[in-house]
Protein backbone atom coordinates (compact mmCIF):
# COMPACT_ATOMS: atom_id res chain seq x y z
CA UNK A 1 0.00 0.00 0.00
CA UNK A 2 0.89 3.33 -0.83
CA UNK A 3 0.04 6.84 0.15
CA UNK A 4 1.28 10.33 -0.97
CA UNK A 5 0.60 13.90 -0.45
CA UNK A 6 2.14 16.82 -1.23
CA UNK A 7 0.53 20.24 0.43
CA UNK A 8 0.75 20.62 4.29
CA UNK A 9 -2.28 22.20 4.08
CA UNK A 10 -4.52 19.72 2.89
CA UNK A 11 -3.15 17.02 5.23
CA UNK A 12 -4.16 15.91 8.67
CA UNK A 13 -2.40 15.45 11.70
CA UNK A 14 -2.29 11.96 13.16
CA UNK A 15 -1.38 12.06 16.73
CA UNK A 16 1.03 9.06 17.41
CA UNK A 17 0.41 9.62 21.41
CA UNK A 18 -2.22 8.18 22.66
CA UNK A 19 -2.65 4.37 21.72
CA UNK A 20 -0.08 2.18 19.72
CA UNK A 21 -3.10 -0.43 19.35
CA UNK A 22 -4.61 2.40 16.84
CA UNK A 23 -1.49 3.14 14.83
CA UNK A 24 -2.08 3.91 11.05
CA UNK A 25 -1.25 0.58 8.65
CA UNK A 26 -1.66 -2.42 10.76
CA UNK A 27 -3.44 -5.29 8.99
CA UNK A 28 -5.26 -8.12 10.51
CA UNK A 29 -4.20 -11.35 10.58
CA UNK A 30 -6.80 -13.30 13.17
CA UNK A 31 -10.26 -12.65 14.00
CA UNK A 32 -12.44 -15.33 15.17
CA UNK A 33 -14.46 -15.89 18.27
CA UNK A 34 -13.10 -19.55 17.98
CA UNK A 35 -9.59 -19.10 17.39
CA UNK A 36 -7.67 -16.99 20.02
CA UNK A 37 -4.00 -16.08 18.58
CA UNK A 38 -1.70 -15.84 21.62
CA UNK A 39 0.52 -12.75 22.11
CA UNK A 40 3.47 -14.94 23.44
CA UNK A 41 6.06 -13.47 25.38
CA UNK A 42 9.02 -15.00 23.45
CA UNK A 43 7.42 -13.87 19.82
CA UNK A 44 6.47 -9.79 21.25
CA UNK A 45 10.03 -9.51 23.14
CA UNK A 46 13.28 -9.72 20.50
CA UNK A 47 11.28 -9.47 17.68
CA UNK A 48 9.47 -6.07 18.78
CA UNK A 49 11.30 -4.83 21.30
CA UNK A 50 14.14 -4.72 18.76
CA UNK A 51 14.23 -1.49 16.90
CA UNK A 52 17.17 -1.41 14.89
CA UNK A 53 15.92 -2.91 11.64
CA UNK A 54 12.94 0.07 11.38
CA UNK A 55 15.99 2.42 12.46
CA UNK A 56 17.98 1.30 9.61
CA UNK A 57 15.07 1.23 7.09
CA UNK A 58 14.58 4.80 8.24
CA UNK A 59 18.41 5.93 7.67
CA UNK A 60 18.47 4.61 4.44
CA UNK A 61 14.85 6.47 3.54
CA UNK A 62 16.70 9.13 4.27
CA UNK A 63 19.82 8.98 2.63
CA UNK A 64 17.93 7.44 -0.61
CA UNK A 65 15.61 11.18 -0.24
CA UNK A 66 18.91 13.13 -0.25
CA UNK A 67 20.58 11.24 -3.59
CA UNK A 68 17.37 11.70 -5.36
CA UNK A 69 17.96 15.26 -5.03
CA UNK A 70 16.23 16.75 -1.93
CA UNK A 71 17.24 19.37 -0.36
CA UNK A 72 16.12 17.66 3.12
CA UNK A 73 13.85 14.82 4.52
CA UNK A 74 12.75 12.69 7.46
CA UNK A 75 11.44 9.26 8.04
CA UNK A 76 9.41 8.19 10.11
CA UNK A 77 8.79 4.37 11.34
CA UNK A 78 5.93 2.74 13.12
CA UNK A 79 5.67 -0.88 14.70
CA UNK A 80 2.58 -1.98 16.21
CA UNK A 81 1.43 -5.61 17.50
CA UNK A 82 -1.77 -6.00 19.94
CA UNK A 83 -4.29 -8.59 20.73
CA UNK A 84 -7.84 -7.65 22.03
CA UNK A 85 -10.81 -10.03 23.25
CA UNK A 86 -14.27 -9.15 23.67
CA UNK A 87 -16.67 -11.28 26.11
CA UNK A 88 -20.17 -11.21 26.30
CA UNK A 89 -22.37 -14.11 28.77
CA UNK A 90 -19.23 -15.50 29.99
CA UNK A 91 -18.30 -16.58 26.21
CA UNK A 92 -15.52 -14.96 23.89
CA UNK A 93 -17.48 -13.56 20.91
CA UNK A 94 -14.15 -12.15 18.98
CA UNK A 95 -10.62 -12.02 19.28
CA UNK A 96 -8.42 -10.33 17.17
CA UNK A 97 -4.28 -10.05 16.72
CA UNK A 98 -2.96 -7.57 14.68
CA UNK A 99 0.39 -6.28 13.32
CA UNK A 100 2.46 -4.33 11.30
CA UNK A 101 5.32 -2.16 10.17
CA UNK A 102 5.07 1.00 8.17
CA UNK A 103 7.18 3.67 6.91
CA UNK A 104 7.06 7.51 5.74
CA UNK A 105 9.13 9.44 4.17
CA UNK A 106 8.72 13.71 3.86
CA UNK A 107 11.02 15.11 1.31
CA UNK A 108 11.54 19.09 0.78
CA UNK A 109 12.84 20.32 -2.49
CA UNK A 110 13.36 24.14 -1.96
CA UNK A 111 9.78 25.24 -0.16
CA UNK A 112 7.52 22.29 -1.84
CA UNK A 113 7.48 18.96 0.38
CA UNK A 114 5.69 15.58 -0.19
CA UNK A 115 5.03 12.97 1.81
CA UNK A 116 5.03 9.14 0.84
CA UNK A 117 4.19 6.22 2.92
CA UNK A 118 4.34 2.53 2.41
CA UNK A 119 4.26 -0.88 4.48
CA UNK A 120 5.63 -2.71 1.65
CA UNK A 121 9.25 -2.21 0.43
CA UNK A 122 11.13 -4.74 -1.24
CA UNK A 123 13.97 -4.62 -3.80
CA UNK A 124 14.77 -1.46 -4.83
CA UNK A 125 11.89 -0.30 -3.47
CA UNK A 126 13.56 2.12 -1.37
CA UNK A 127 15.09 3.83 -4.27
CA UNK A 128 12.32 4.14 -6.09
CA UNK A 129 9.94 5.14 -3.30
CA UNK A 130 12.63 8.24 -2.54
CA UNK A 131 12.33 9.55 -6.23
CA UNK A 132 9.09 9.33 -6.50
CA UNK A 133 8.40 11.42 -3.39
CA UNK A 134 11.33 14.40 -4.60
CA UNK A 135 9.62 14.09 -7.88
CA UNK A 136 5.89 14.93 -6.82
CA UNK A 137 7.56 17.37 -4.17
CA UNK A 138 9.07 19.22 -7.49
CA UNK A 139 5.67 19.88 -8.43
CA UNK A 140 4.35 20.31 -5.17
CA UNK A 141 2.81 23.97 -4.54
CA UNK A 142 4.90 26.06 -2.40
CA UNK A 143 4.87 26.78 1.09
CA UNK A 144 7.14 29.07 2.55
CA UNK A 145 6.91 27.50 6.12
CA UNK A 146 7.99 24.33 5.84
CA UNK A 147 11.27 22.90 6.92
CA UNK A 148 13.07 20.48 9.02
CA UNK A 149 12.94 21.86 12.72
CA UNK A 150 15.54 24.21 13.95
CA UNK A 151 18.42 22.05 15.43
CA UNK A 152 19.12 23.91 18.06
CA UNK A 153 16.03 22.82 19.71
CA UNK A 154 16.45 18.95 18.77
CA UNK A 155 16.08 16.50 21.55
CA UNK A 156 19.57 15.61 23.26
CA UNK A 157 18.52 13.67 26.00
CA UNK A 158 15.63 11.02 26.49
CA UNK A 159 14.67 10.65 29.81
CA UNK A 160 13.27 7.37 31.00
CA UNK A 161 9.37 7.36 31.15
CA UNK A 162 8.85 4.34 31.63
CA UNK A 163 6.24 3.51 29.20
CA UNK A 164 6.45 -0.28 28.47
CA UNK A 165 5.57 -2.75 30.35
CA UNK A 166 7.08 -5.98 29.01
CA UNK A 167 5.04 -8.61 30.61
CA UNK A 168 2.50 -8.65 27.79
CA UNK A 169 -0.21 -10.71 28.61
CA UNK A 170 -1.48 -13.84 26.86
CA UNK A 171 -5.29 -14.17 25.69
CA UNK A 172 -6.19 -16.72 28.10
CA UNK A 173 -5.42 -13.64 30.85
CA UNK A 174 -7.14 -11.29 28.36
CA UNK A 175 -10.41 -13.54 28.61
CA UNK A 176 -9.83 -13.83 32.23
CA UNK A 177 -9.91 -9.77 32.64
CA UNK A 178 -12.79 -9.48 30.41
CA UNK A 179 -15.16 -12.35 31.73
CA UNK A 180 -13.98 -11.02 35.61
CA UNK A 181 -15.14 -7.50 34.78
CA UNK A 182 -18.61 -8.77 33.54
CA UNK A 183 -19.24 -11.24 36.35
CA UNK A 184 -18.78 -8.12 38.53
CA UNK A 185 -20.92 -6.06 36.58
CA UNK A 186 -23.65 -9.11 36.28
CA UNK A 187 -23.56 -8.99 39.78
CA UNK A 188 -24.76 -5.54 40.53
CA UNK A 189 -28.33 -5.89 41.63
CA UNK A 190 -30.45 -3.98 39.22
CA UNK A 191 -28.44 -5.30 36.15
CA UNK A 192 -30.31 -7.10 33.38
CA UNK A 193 -27.80 -7.60 31.13
CA UNK A 194 -24.08 -7.16 29.76
CA UNK A 195 -23.37 -5.26 26.74
CA UNK A 196 -19.69 -6.64 26.73
CA UNK A 197 -16.69 -6.90 28.22
CA UNK A 198 -13.36 -6.44 26.54
CA UNK A 199 -9.45 -6.11 27.35
CA UNK A 200 -7.05 -5.81 25.30
CA UNK A 201 -2.62 -4.98 25.18
CA UNK A 202 -0.29 -4.14 22.68
CA UNK A 203 3.35 -2.92 22.21
CA UNK A 204 3.98 0.43 19.22
CA UNK A 205 6.81 2.04 18.78
CA UNK A 206 8.60 5.11 16.66
CA UNK A 207 11.49 5.61 14.71
CA UNK A 208 12.29 9.61 13.37
CA UNK A 209 15.48 9.64 11.37
CA UNK A 210 16.37 13.04 9.79
CA UNK A 211 19.05 14.45 7.56
CA UNK A 212 19.67 17.28 9.86
CA UNK A 213 21.17 14.22 12.28
CA UNK A 214 18.35 13.49 14.35
CA UNK A 215 17.77 10.04 15.45
CA UNK A 216 15.11 9.18 18.41
CA UNK A 217 12.90 6.39 19.08
CA UNK A 218 10.54 5.28 21.48
CA UNK A 219 8.46 1.92 22.58
CA UNK A 220 5.22 2.30 24.40
CA UNK A 221 3.01 -0.32 25.86
CA UNK A 222 -1.20 -0.18 26.49
CA UNK A 223 -3.45 -2.41 28.42
CA UNK A 224 -7.11 -1.78 28.51
CA UNK A 225 -10.09 -3.48 30.43
CA UNK A 226 -13.71 -2.23 29.90
CA UNK A 227 -17.11 -3.29 30.08
CA UNK A 228 -21.16 -1.99 29.88
CA UNK A 229 -23.63 -2.55 31.52
CA UNK A 230 -27.58 -2.52 31.11
CA UNK A 231 -30.57 -1.61 33.31
CA UNK A 232 -33.93 -2.22 33.20
CA UNK A 233 -35.97 -3.89 30.34
CA UNK A 234 -37.53 -3.23 26.96
CA UNK A 235 -38.14 0.61 26.11
CA UNK A 236 -36.97 1.52 29.88
CA UNK A 237 -33.02 -0.03 29.62
CA UNK A 238 -30.11 1.90 30.45
CA UNK A 239 -26.56 0.92 29.50
CA UNK A 240 -23.36 2.88 30.94
CA UNK A 241 -19.85 1.72 31.25
CA UNK A 242 -16.63 1.79 32.64
CA UNK A 243 -12.77 1.71 31.92
CA UNK A 244 -8.90 1.43 32.30
CA UNK A 245 -6.01 2.22 30.36
CA UNK A 246 -2.51 2.39 30.87
CA UNK A 247 0.63 1.75 29.85
CA UNK A 248 1.66 -0.55 32.95
CA UNK A 249 -0.80 -3.55 33.78
CA UNK A 250 0.01 -2.80 37.57
CA UNK A 251 -1.78 0.74 36.64
CA UNK A 252 -5.01 -0.18 35.98
CA UNK A 253 -8.03 -0.92 37.76
CA UNK A 254 -9.21 -4.28 38.64
CA UNK A 255 -11.11 -6.18 36.27
CA UNK A 256 -14.41 -6.57 39.34
CA UNK A 257 -14.09 -2.87 39.78
CA UNK A 258 -14.20 -1.68 36.51
CA UNK A 259 -17.45 -3.95 36.00
CA UNK A 260 -18.83 -2.91 39.58
CA UNK A 261 -18.39 1.08 38.50
CA UNK A 262 -20.64 -0.19 34.55
CA UNK A 263 -23.08 -1.71 36.96
CA UNK A 264 -23.84 0.78 39.61
CA UNK A 265 -23.84 3.52 37.13
CA UNK A 266 -26.40 1.84 34.25
CA UNK A 267 -28.51 1.16 37.64
CA UNK A 268 -28.22 4.54 38.96
CA UNK A 269 -29.55 5.43 35.60
CA UNK A 270 -33.14 3.75 35.87
CA UNK A 271 -36.27 5.40 35.42
CA UNK A 272 -34.79 8.83 34.12
CA UNK A 273 -36.94 12.30 34.19
CA UNK A 274 -37.46 14.78 32.40
CA UNK A 275 -37.08 18.51 33.11
CA UNK A 276 -38.54 22.03 31.92
CA UNK A 277 -35.92 24.32 29.82
CA UNK A 278 -33.49 26.59 32.74
CA UNK A 279 -30.28 28.34 33.52
CA UNK A 280 -28.47 26.73 36.23
CA UNK A 281 -25.30 25.73 37.33
CA UNK A 282 -23.98 22.36 36.05
CA UNK A 283 -21.86 20.69 37.31
CA UNK A 284 -19.53 17.67 35.36
CA UNK A 285 -18.67 14.92 36.44
CA UNK A 286 -14.69 13.67 36.16
CA UNK A 287 -15.78 11.46 33.21
CA UNK A 288 -16.71 14.50 31.31
CA UNK A 289 -14.97 17.58 32.70
CA UNK A 290 -12.07 16.56 30.62
CA UNK A 291 -14.07 17.67 27.52
CA UNK A 292 -13.62 21.17 28.48
CA UNK A 293 -10.06 20.97 28.56
CA UNK A 294 -10.50 19.37 25.59
CA UNK A 295 -12.44 22.19 23.89
CA UNK A 296 -9.70 25.16 24.83
CA UNK A 297 -6.91 22.92 23.60
CA UNK A 298 -8.46 22.62 20.15
CA UNK A 299 -8.71 26.13 20.42
CA UNK A 300 -5.51 27.04 21.03
CA UNK A 301 -4.27 24.52 18.00
CA UNK A 302 -1.09 26.62 16.44
CA UNK A 303 -2.93 25.30 12.57
CA UNK A 304 -6.35 27.37 13.87
CA UNK A 305 -4.79 30.12 15.15
CA UNK A 306 -3.14 30.56 11.81
CA UNK A 307 -6.38 29.91 9.79
CA UNK A 308 -8.00 32.50 11.74
CA UNK A 309 -10.15 29.91 12.23
CA UNK A 310 -10.07 29.74 16.46
CA UNK A 311 -12.68 31.75 18.76
CA UNK A 312 -9.44 32.58 20.72
CA UNK A 313 -6.93 33.66 18.16
CA UNK A 314 -6.91 37.22 19.90
CA UNK A 315 -6.77 35.81 23.08
CA UNK A 316 -2.51 34.85 23.85
CA UNK A 317 -2.25 36.54 27.15
CA UNK A 318 -5.66 37.18 28.10
CA UNK A 319 -7.25 36.13 31.48
CA UNK A 320 -9.81 33.56 30.11
CA UNK A 321 -10.34 31.74 33.82
CA UNK A 322 -10.41 32.79 37.34
CA UNK A 323 -6.55 33.48 38.70
CA UNK A 324 -6.60 30.00 40.53
CA UNK A 325 -7.16 28.16 36.88
CA UNK A 326 -3.80 26.12 35.72
CA UNK A 327 -4.25 24.01 32.50
CA UNK A 328 -0.96 21.91 31.81
CA UNK A 329 0.28 19.13 29.19
CA UNK A 330 2.94 17.16 30.49
CA UNK A 331 4.61 15.04 27.62
CA UNK A 332 6.80 13.78 30.31
CA UNK A 333 5.12 12.60 32.60
CA UNK A 334 6.11 8.50 33.94
CA UNK A 335 3.74 6.00 32.46
CA UNK A 336 1.32 8.99 30.87
CA UNK A 337 -0.65 7.73 28.20
CA UNK A 338 0.81 10.50 25.56
CA UNK A 339 4.10 10.72 26.83
CA UNK A 340 7.48 10.68 24.83
CA UNK A 341 10.30 12.82 24.89
CA UNK A 342 9.89 14.25 21.57
CA UNK A 343 7.85 15.64 18.77
CA UNK A 344 7.49 14.16 15.36
CA UNK A 345 10.29 16.61 14.51
CA UNK A 346 12.53 15.81 16.93
CA UNK A 347 12.13 18.52 19.21
CA UNK A 348 12.44 18.03 22.51
CA UNK A 349 9.63 18.74 24.39
CA UNK A 350 8.52 19.87 28.04
CA UNK A 351 5.98 20.32 30.18
CA UNK A 352 4.06 23.46 29.84
CA UNK A 353 1.30 25.34 31.11
CA UNK A 354 -1.46 26.43 28.50
CA UNK A 355 -3.42 28.32 31.06
CA UNK A 356 -1.59 29.76 33.99
CA UNK A 357 -3.02 32.02 37.21
CA UNK A 358 -6.02 32.01 34.25
CA UNK A 359 -4.41 33.37 31.42
CA UNK A 360 -3.46 31.63 28.46
CA UNK A 361 -0.23 32.13 27.75
CA UNK A 362 0.75 30.12 24.72
CA UNK A 363 -0.79 28.41 21.01
CA UNK A 364 0.43 24.73 20.64
CA UNK A 365 3.07 24.83 17.95
CA UNK A 366 5.24 22.81 15.45
CA UNK A 367 7.87 24.46 13.24
CA UNK A 368 6.05 25.12 10.30
CA UNK A 369 2.71 26.73 12.50
CA UNK A 370 5.07 28.56 14.44
CA UNK A 371 7.21 30.43 11.31
CA UNK A 372 3.87 31.20 9.97
CA UNK A 373 3.05 32.85 13.17
CA UNK A 374 6.45 34.42 13.56
CA UNK A 375 6.77 32.33 16.54
CA UNK A 376 9.30 29.68 17.85
CA UNK A 377 8.07 25.53 17.82
CA UNK A 378 6.27 24.66 21.42
CA UNK A 379 7.21 21.28 20.39
CA UNK A 380 3.72 19.96 19.73
CA UNK A 381 4.65 18.39 16.41
CA UNK A 382 2.76 15.12 15.80
CA UNK A 383 2.55 12.89 12.67
CA UNK A 384 1.72 9.50 11.29
CA UNK A 385 3.49 8.23 8.36
CA UNK A 386 1.40 9.87 5.82
CA UNK A 387 0.69 12.98 7.07
CA UNK A 388 3.34 16.54 7.43
CA UNK A 389 3.67 17.37 10.86
CA UNK A 390 0.92 19.30 12.67
CA UNK A 391 0.63 20.21 16.63
CA UNK A 392 -1.61 18.30 19.11
CA UNK A 393 -0.81 17.92 22.60
CA UNK A 394 0.51 15.43 25.12
CA UNK A 395 -1.07 14.65 28.44
CA UNK A 396 -3.34 17.33 29.65
CA UNK A 397 -4.98 17.82 33.05
CA UNK A 398 -6.81 20.66 34.94
CA UNK A 399 -5.27 21.08 38.37
CA UNK A 400 -7.34 20.43 40.99
CA UNK A 401 -9.16 23.01 43.45
CA UNK A 402 -9.21 22.95 47.03
CA UNK A 403 -13.00 22.40 47.31
CA UNK A 404 -14.31 18.66 47.82
CA UNK A 405 -17.24 17.81 45.41
CA UNK A 406 -19.78 17.63 47.57
CA UNK A 407 -18.75 21.41 48.51
CA UNK A 408 -18.64 22.57 45.06
CA UNK A 409 -22.38 21.41 44.76
CA UNK A 410 -23.46 22.08 48.10
CA UNK A 411 -24.72 25.60 47.68
CA UNK A 412 -26.82 24.71 44.38
CA UNK A 413 -30.53 24.78 44.84
CA UNK A 414 -31.39 23.59 41.77
CA UNK A 415 -29.03 22.07 39.02
CA UNK A 416 -27.90 19.63 36.50
CA UNK A 417 -25.09 17.26 36.95
CA UNK A 418 -23.48 15.87 34.25
CA UNK A 419 -22.34 12.34 33.74
CA UNK A 420 -23.02 11.53 29.51
CA UNK A 421 -22.49 13.89 26.75
CA UNK A 422 -23.74 13.09 23.27
CA UNK A 423 -22.68 14.41 20.05
CA UNK A 424 -19.84 17.18 19.04
CA UNK A 425 -21.77 20.19 18.90
CA UNK A 426 -19.46 22.71 19.90
CA UNK A 427 -17.68 25.09 17.28
CA UNK A 428 -14.51 26.35 17.25
CA UNK A 429 -14.83 28.99 15.42
CA UNK A 430 -17.40 31.18 17.78
CA UNK A 431 -17.05 29.57 20.76
CA UNK A 432 -21.19 28.45 20.98
CA UNK A 433 -21.36 25.63 22.89
CA UNK A 434 -24.14 23.02 22.40
CA UNK A 435 -24.24 19.35 23.63
CA UNK A 436 -26.46 16.68 24.23
CA UNK A 437 -26.22 15.57 28.39
CA UNK A 438 -27.54 12.81 30.60
CA UNK A 439 -26.91 12.95 34.04
CA UNK A 440 -28.72 13.88 37.43
CA UNK A 441 -30.42 16.53 39.17
CA UNK A 442 -28.83 18.35 42.01
CA UNK A 443 -31.58 19.66 44.91
CA UNK A 444 -30.74 21.36 47.67
CA UNK A 445 -26.93 20.56 47.38
CA UNK A 446 -27.39 16.97 47.07
CA UNK A 447 -27.40 14.68 43.83
CA UNK A 448 -31.01 13.22 43.32
CA UNK A 449 -33.16 11.11 40.41
CA UNK A 450 -31.36 10.81 37.02
CA UNK A 451 -32.07 12.75 33.92
CA UNK A 452 -31.96 11.78 30.46
CA UNK A 453 -32.68 13.98 27.02
CA UNK A 454 -31.51 17.23 28.08
CA UNK A 455 -29.27 19.96 26.28
CA UNK A 456 -26.61 22.34 27.20
CA UNK A 457 -26.14 25.72 25.64
CA UNK A 458 -23.63 28.31 26.25
CA UNK A 459 -20.76 30.01 24.83
CA UNK A 460 -17.25 28.77 25.95
CA UNK A 461 -15.81 32.20 26.71
CA UNK A 462 -18.68 32.63 29.10
CA UNK A 463 -18.00 28.75 30.36
CA UNK A 464 -13.96 29.57 31.29
CA UNK A 465 -14.78 32.51 32.95
CA UNK A 466 -17.46 30.94 35.59
CA UNK A 467 -15.23 27.42 35.69
CA UNK A 468 -15.00 26.37 39.58
CA UNK A 469 -13.12 22.93 40.20
CA UNK A 470 -12.86 20.52 42.94
CA UNK A 471 -9.66 18.97 44.38
CA UNK A 472 -10.43 15.30 43.17
CA UNK A 473 -7.95 15.03 39.75
CA UNK A 474 -7.24 11.63 38.95
CA UNK A 475 -4.97 10.67 36.17
CA UNK A 476 -6.82 7.95 34.45
CA UNK A 477 -6.82 9.37 30.62
CA UNK A 478 -4.97 11.22 28.03
CA UNK A 479 -7.20 14.13 29.34
CA UNK A 480 -8.01 14.85 33.19
CA UNK A 481 -10.05 17.21 35.23
CA UNK A 482 -11.43 17.11 38.75
CA UNK A 483 -15.25 17.82 38.83
CA UNK A 484 -16.00 21.15 37.41
CA UNK A 485 -18.69 23.85 38.26
CA UNK A 486 -19.84 26.19 35.18
CA UNK A 487 -22.60 29.03 36.15
CA UNK A 488 -25.65 29.61 34.16
CA UNK A 489 -26.02 27.07 30.96
CA UNK A 490 -28.97 26.83 29.59
CA UNK A 491 -30.72 23.69 30.30
CA UNK A 492 -33.04 22.58 27.31
CA UNK A 493 -35.81 19.68 28.47
CA UNK A 494 -39.20 20.16 27.98
Same mark, same amino acid.
Given at each position: ? #?? *???????????? /????? /?? &?????????? @??????????????? /???????????????????? $????????VALRGISQGVEVRDGRVEESERSEGDDVGLR???????????????GGDGIARLAERAVAMARVAPVDKYVGLADSA??? !?????????????????????????????? #??? !?????????????????????????????????????? &?????????? &????????????????????????????? $????? +? @??????????????????????????????????????????? !????????? +???????????????????????????????????????????? $????????????????? *????????????????????????????????? *?????????????????????????????????????? #??????????? &????????????????????????????
Amino acid at each position: M #LE *VGANRAHLVALA /LAAAP /LQ &MPGISFVTSS @PSASPTLSKPAAGAE /LFDQSALSALAERLVEAAKR $AGADAADAVALRGISQGVEVRDGRVEESERSEGDDVGLRVLVGQRQAVVSTNDIGGDGIARLAERAVAMARVAPVDKYVGLADSALLA !KNFPDLDLLDPDIPEVAELERRAREAEAAG #LAV !KGVTKSGGASASAGIGGMVLVTSAGFHGSYLRSSQAIS &MTAISGEGTS &MERDYDYTSAPHAADLEKPDVVGRVAGER $AVART +N @PRKVVTSKVPVVYDPRVSSSLVGHLVGAVNGASIARKTSFLKD !KLGAQLFAS +NIRIIDDPLRKRGLRSQSFDAEGVEVKKLAIVDGGVLTTWLLDS $ATARELGLKTTGHAHRG *VSSSPSPGPYNLHLEPGEVTPEELIGDIKQGFY *VTDLIGSGVNGVTGDYSRGASGFWIENGKITYPVSEVT #LAGHLLDMFRS &MAVANNLEFRYGVNAPTVRIEGLTLGGR
